[in-house]
């Protein structure tokens, strides 16, 4: 079965890495994958392995009129002297494109995350309802989106969490030398934060509750891993001197060895102020066994069972942040629980083989599976 995924974004975002999956598992399975994105593009620098790439001549085809012409009659080439049993879509643009390129005569599964709701007018129900065999969403609210507010048959709506490698993040006994690396204590309460460094992962937030954290549990050090964004840290630095805890956090950058620091982490946090539409970060704290404080926003309440697995703190809330935390640091056993109860729900939702299982139903229900799905 040959295969054909679309994407028109210059930069890597949740929704690419999430199309990225696609490809690999079906690649996984057998399939004959080619994904097709802009020249020089995040998405086709990340294009290896057994997954083939057709780079397509429009820069920003969501910009550009040229350049989306000029991508959709690439990808009618394509379709015409490769024909795909299945296209894949993913973000809007490239829904449009490959609606275009492809009419009624292949099969199209658009893949749907993002933090916005698509939008409602005539043009773009009419590519959900008419032109679109199936939609895959990263989240209920998206499928709600889909569902309720573009009127798309439920049935034609599949929700499918982001994978992640769970075996990379088994838990394993705190990390001595990365202890000894950020200068902590023995008897640390360390929390991590794994995000990066922009307004809306809610890091001010998160500094505001630490300073009433501290004072329930002084022992308690913070551990940002993240890279630079928007000015940051430097202004989280100055915000956390003027708040007088500065000694209890850390900002250790963008790291590669992000399963060394949950290793260490008593529990780990989700201060979003909005978005998460795929939140790779809490299916990762969760693989490493952490119980996890999180806020309610885009998919992470779906991911963080409340009281179970973890806790919900409403975003923008400090003191409720700091509440939820203060529990999970005072009553080890409980947070014990949480996550190795945490840890059981990613090897089932989130492990690259329960992502595989979901994307062979899914081919299978818009008459792909039969001829060579997933599996």
């Not at 999956?21 to 057998?30: D, I, Q, T």
């Not at 959709?72 to 015409?80: E, I, K, N």
């Not at 460094?197 to 891993?225: N, Q």
Request: proline residues 5%.
């Amino acid at each position: 079965m040959d295969a054909l995924l679309i994407t028109d974004s210059m930069i890597w975002t949740a929704e690419t890495e999430y199309a990225l999956s696609v490809a690999s598992a079906e690649v996984s399975a057998g399939l004959s994958v080619t994904v097709a994105a802009p020249r020089g593009s995040a998405m086709a620098s990340r294009v290896t392995g057994r997954i083939r790439l057709a780079e397509l001549p429009g820069a920003e085809p969501s910009r550009s009129i040229a350049d989306f012409t000029a991508c959709v009659r690439r990808l009618a080439s394509l379709v015409r002297v490769g024909r795909p049993e299945i296209v894949h879509s993913s973000r809007a643009t490239a829904h449009l494109m490959a609606v275009l390129a492809c009419g009624r005569s292949v099969p199209i599964v658009h893949l749907r995350g993002g933090a916005t709701p698509p939008s409602r007018r005539l043009l773009n129900r009419f590519l959900y309802r008419t032109m679109t065999s199936a939609v895959i969403v990263s989240s209920g609210r998206v499928e709600s989106w889909v569902a309720d507010g573009l009127g798309m048959d439920a049935s034609r709506v599949f929700r499918v969490y982001a994978p992640i490698d769970v075996g990379r993040y088994a838990a394993s006994t705190p990390d001595t030398e990365l202890l000894r690396e950020l200068g902590l204590a023995p008897e640390s309460r360390v929390i991590v934060n794994v995000a990066r460094l922009a307004p809306v992962k809610g890091h001010g937030v998160l500094l505001d509750a630490m300073r009433i954290i501290i004072r329930r549990v002084p022992e308690a050090v913070l551990v940002l891993v993240g890279e630079p964004w928007s000015g940051q840290p430097e202004g989280l630095v100055r915000r956390a001197e003027r708040l007088g805890i500065v000694s209890n956090v850390h900002f250790v950058g963008r790291r590669e060895d992000v399963p060394r620091f949950l290793a260490s982490a008593e529990l780990c946090v989700s201060s979003s102020l909005a978005s998460e539409e795929n939140s790779r970060a809490v299916s990762e704290y969760m693989a490493a066994g952490c119980p996890v404080v999180g806020t309610g926003v885009g998919v992470v309440p779906e991911l963080v069972v409340d009281g179970a697995t973890g806790l919900i703190a409403r975003p923008g809330d400090e003191e409720e942040l700091a509440e939820c935390i203060v529990t999970l640091l005072t009553d080890r056993e409980r947070a014990k629980r949480m996550g190795a109860a945490g840890r059981n729900r990613a090897e089932k939702l989130f492990s690259r083989e329960a992502f595989s299982s979901s994307l062979e139903s899914v081919l299978d229900r818009v008459g792909i599976g039969a001829r060579g799905g997933v599996s």
